[in-house]
C-alpha cells in the first residue's frame, strides 16, 4: 500500500495578497478558485508536482464555527503562529533572492543547519512562516 501526500492547507486572511506571494513571488500555479458558503479556498501547486496541492484557505474553515473561534483563529494568523510548510529547492541562495526582491518578509537569511540543510524562513503576507530547505552535500 502506497501512501503520498496530495494536499496540504495553509490559512490567508486575504486570498488575493497571498495569491501575489504564492503565484507571483514563488512561481506556483493556480490550480483552483473556489468560492462556497461565504468562503473562498484556492488551490496552488508547483508544476514539478502535479499531484501536490497547498489549499489556501480562510483561518478556521468551517461554517458552523462560533463567531469567537472564527476570532480566536484570525488572531493566532496576525501573530504567525499557526503552521505553514517547508518547500524543497536545489538553490536555497537563489530561492532566498527570488523572494526577497519580490517584497517577501525575511524571517531568516539562509544558514547552515546541524540537522543537514541550509535553509531560510519568510513570512507570507498573512503571517505564516514558510522554510525553504536545500539538502547540503556532505
Not at 495569491?19 to 496552488?44: C, I, K, Q, S
Request: glycine letters at 8%; aromatic letters at 8%.
Amino acid at each position: 500500500m502506497g501512501i503520498k501526500l496530495s494536499q496540504c492547507f495553509i490559512a490567508v486572511d486575504d486570498h488575493d495578497k497571498a495569491l501575489t506571494f504564492y503565484r507571483d513571488a514563488l512561481g506556483l500555479e493556480v490550480r483552483n478558485d473556489v468560492g462556497f458558503e461565504g468562503m473562498r479556498w484556492v488551490t496552488v501547486g508547483a508544476p514539478s508536482q502535479p499531484d501536490v496541492e497547498i489549499v489556501l484557505e480562510p483561518p478556521l474553515a468551517d461554517p458552523n464555527a462560533s463567531p469567537a473561534d472564527k476570532q480566536a483563529m484570525a488572531e493566532l494568523l496576525a501573530k504567525g503562529l499557526l503552521r505553514g510548510v517547508v518547500f524543497s529547492t536545489d538553490d536555497c541562495d537563489a530561492t532566498f533572492e527570488r523572494i526577497r526582491a519580490a517584497g517577501g518578509e525575511v524571517l531568516q537569511e539562509p544558514v547552515d543547519q546541524p540537522y543537514g540543510v541550509r535553509d531560510c524562513a519568510f513570512r507570507d503576507p498573512c503571517g505564516t512562516m514558510l522554510r525553504f530547505a536545500q539538502p547540503r552535500v556532505r
